[in-house]
């Protein structure tokens, strides 16, 4: 049971995780931080949170846990902020999606209570943002991943683990480096083509028609690109090394397409839209 | 209304306008042809079609209406078949993505009675094949673009345009040059993506891995990916030339992205994704 939840940044993400917590029962009191005061409002109006704080010292001087959930960019100057105002026993945790930059940003700015940050990446979210946006079951059967420091205490993970555990989530754990790569992959590069997409077909001449034509695949498709620009832009620049090696892999697959569509070799187009359709089929049931 | 509508490939395309029709009450009687037997079975079980022929000359002699929505890549061989049994006031239109090289098909295939033949190309579908995936109202609401020919009758073209408003689709006209420039950016070039997105991570080490920590937004990026196969074989064969040139522009802005994180270029990431954002929450409402 959590007694006392710091939420900085009460957007989508920490939002959620608040209301899942407090359906559960498991924590018992809720306070917002953030920057805009009217997004603030709005979470408290909405029972997102209980109350809210502008100085750092009294939010953080109460919490037993703290959910750092700004973009990573921000995410420098929170821990900056919290740090003289960290009881020993407060917990820290975060929500970035990209973990290694937070792990230096934190042991930059936490110094020797970085054993008391638990890094993690809920892995779900919606292209929606702010504390509208946030609901109660966004975390159900979605995975989390931890990644732990080697000055963490077992206790410590555990407690975050169970708080994940206790917004609906089951949780892993792996080690910072891979799961910047693997996120990579599966999240990180798709919001960059779909951002690519949709900025490329809105330079096109006769913009309008071109949505106008658009049909659920390509709504589907795009709905990533309505994402938070601010977000995307801090994980491009904090996870920009594996960003880049993924886009690297990507390039030789269209490479090989725009090949195998120059010169009309239909087996070689069946053979690579078949087996998508079969790795897709299969994994994403 | 129409007697006797024969729909050649009884799959999500081809069986949801039955269906769609059926419902409306604009159809009297369907009969399905196709190269697969369990499917038409299959299509006949489902009331998808009242019965199937597996021999043009019965099926296309009775037809008043008839829809190809097969591969484009097998529309000439329907072409040739249907041409010795159409009768004059036959109307022949079809629901293929990529126009132009399906008219030269068909002007080479049915000769002079090319002039019964009206292109159509209904914007809507999803990932599912079959007559299993057909539904009532794929079209509700969707687009439906004609792109007429010099010797249709100005009579044909409003009785397909009434066929699929009955179906609850807005019809529009176009030429076929455009229509298929239009398509390769909102639908063919995503599809493209999409199948190269999944194929390249499927050849990714770990590949079970990638895919457990995917989310929703991955799912609803890939969906497109579990589409068939051998329809955007064709479709990228039939219509490479727009196809290449949308790849060309794309490829602009994902060297322009693959530079920003390069060079860690906040502003350039933000302008970027700030424009598709805006563009895709107008567009996509």
């Keep these: 049971m959590?007694?006392?939840?710091?939420v900085?940044?009460?957007?989508?993400?920490?939002g959620s995780l608040a209301l899942a917590l407090k359906k559960s029962g498991y924590v018992k009191q809720v306070t917002g931080m953030g920057r805009s005061l009217e997004n603030l409002q709005k979470a408290e109006e909405l029972g997102v949170i209980d109350q809210y704080e502008t100085d750092y010292a009294k939010a953080i001087s109460q919490a037993d846990m703290v959910f750092v959930a700004v973009p990573i960019g921000a995410m420098p100057a929170v821990f900056k902020?919290?740090?003289?105002?960290?009881?020993?026993?407060?917990?820290?945790?975060?929500?970035?999606?990209?973990k290694h930059t937070i792990i230096d940003a934190a042991s930059e700015e936490l110094g020797v209570k970085v054993n008391q940050f638990i890094p993690?990446?809920?892995?779900?979210?919606?292209?929606?943002?702010?504390?509208?946006?946030?609901f109660d079951s966004l975390y159900s059967d979605r995975r989390v991943i931890l990644t732990p420091l080697e000055e963490n205490s077992l206790e410590d993970v555990k407690k975050v683990r169970k708080m994940?555990?206790?917004?609906?989530?089951?949780?892993?754990?792996?080690?910072?480096?891979?799961?910047?790569?693997?996120?990579?992959?599966?999240?990180?590069?798709?919001?960059?083509?779909?951002?690519?997409?949709?900025?490329?077909?809105?330079?096109?001449?006769?913009?309008?028609?071109?949505?106008?034509?658009?049909a659920g695949g390509f709504r589907d498709f795009t709905r990533?690109?309505?994402?938070?620009?601010?977000?995307?832009?801090d994980i491009c620049v904090n996870n920009s090394e594996a960003i880049l090696a993924m886009m690297q892999n990507y390039q030789q697959d269209i490479d090989n397409l725009k090949k195998a569509i120059q010169n009309s070799d239909s087996d070689e187009l069946l053979k690579i839209f078949s087996n998508a359709k079969k790795a897709r089929d299969t994994f994403c049931m």
Aim: with cysteine.
């Design 2 to 6: 959590i007694n006392h939840l710091c």
């Design 8 to 14: 900085i940044g009460v957007g989508l993400i920490g």
């Design 81 to 98: 902020k919290i740090e003289p105002h960290l009881r020993k026993h407060t917990i820290v945790t975060d929500g970035g999606s990209a």
């Design 120 to 134: 993690g990446h809920p892995i779900a979210g919606t292209e929606k943002s702010g504390a509208e946006a946030a």
């Design 164 to 214: 994940w555990e206790k917004a609906g989530a089951e949780v892993d754990e792996m080690g910072a480096r891979h799961h910047d790569l693997v996120l990579a992959g599966t999240s990180h590069l798709p919001h960059v083509l779909a951002f690519a997409l949709v900025d490329c077909l809105n330079n096109v001449d006769d913009v309008d028609e071109i949505f106008k034509y658009a």
């Design 224 to 233: 990533i690109a309505s994402s938070d620009p601010v977000m995307w832009r």
